[in-house]
């Protein structure tokens, strides 16, 4: 990233690559560091697909985020919502809806900063700095600009791999569906363990020597992401490769079909 830094707070240590900024930096998105690019690159030259993955998973947001308008949704609360950067979940809804309401919430402070700066002037927006395993933190916030009465779609894209197994993500999400009313939906897209990706193993043994004990990321397989739906009817095509949910052109696929499938991806409905 160029330019001052002085808007960056006093907690955060540069030096240090965060996931959301890595991410950002695949992207090519502005929001990121010296040494989020250095991990970027080193991930690249393991598996040079993972910026398209990136890519993939983008398209499905914004696939996803149609398909809930046209069902009816107007409220988004968006989990582990990263670097504001673009095609957000806010531009999507509201470019087809301008009533639809958008919650962001992120515990890194980086993504939180910049995400109020984005939408100070957004009435219909509201960013939380929060853990994901603080679910009554969440809802409470979110309850200043959602109705929890009426149905909420609640993204968790590429979040919940970066959960370890013990703090038991599936009963995390569980939560988050006991306190959602019917009629809401459940967006999630993980990488998978189980992908025809060669050297996933290798990549992610690097990421984890460059992060700390809060962002180790946990591949998993089919059936064990298929678990975080428990309690929500999936919708079609069910959970599949990212890029073969619903695409919509050439520009939702990967020319590699093993990037095609690296992170699964679903929307639940619930009864």
């Keep these: ?14 030096s240090v690559p965060n996931p959301a900024r890595v991410y950002d930096f695949w992207l090519d998105g502005d929001h990121n560091f010296a040494a989020d690019r250095e991990l970027g690159e080193q991930i690249l030259k393991i598996m040079p697909g993972v910026r398209d993955a990136a890519r993939l998973n983008r398209a499905f947001l914004r696939r996803a985020a149609r398909y809930l308008v046209d069902a009816g949704v107007r409220q988004f609360l968006d989990i582990g919502s990263g670097i504001p950067t673009v095609g957000n979940l806010h531009e999507i809804v509201q470019q087809a809806d301008p009533s639809c309401r958008v919650v962001y919430v992120d515990r890194e402070a980086v993504a939180v900063a ?5 939408l100070q002037d957004n009435d219909n927006c509201l960013v939380l700095q929060a853990d994901l395993r603080d679910v009554d933190d969440v809802f409470d916030g979110a309850s200043k600009l959602l109705d929890p009465d009426e149905p909420i779609a609640v993204f968790m894209l590429l979040l919940l791999h970066f959960v370890p197994d013990s703090w038991d993500p599936a009963a995390i999400v569980a939560r988050y569906r006991d306190r959602l009313p019917p009629g809401s ?6 990488v998978a363990a189980d ?12 990421y984890k020597s460059n992060q700390n004990q809060q962002n180790q990321p946990v591949p998993r397989t089919h059936d ?15 959970l599949v490769g990212c890029a073969m949910w619903n695409p919509q052109g050439a520009g939702d ?3 590699d079909p093993a990037i095609n499938s690296l992170p699964y991806a679903g929307v639940g409905r619930k009864p």
């Design 1 to 14: 990233m160029t330019g001052e830094l002085s808007w960056v707070p006093p907690e955060i240590d540069t």
């Design 114 to 118: 910049h995400s109020e700066l984005l």
């Design 224 to 238: 064990e992401v298929l678990r975080f739906f428990d309690g929500f009817e999936l919708v079609e095509p069910g």
């Design 253 to 255: 696929m990967s020319d």
């Design 185 to 190: 939906y459940l967006a999630v897209s993980h």
């Design 195 to 206: 992908s025809a990706s060669e050297r996933l193993d290798e990549a992610v043994e690097v």
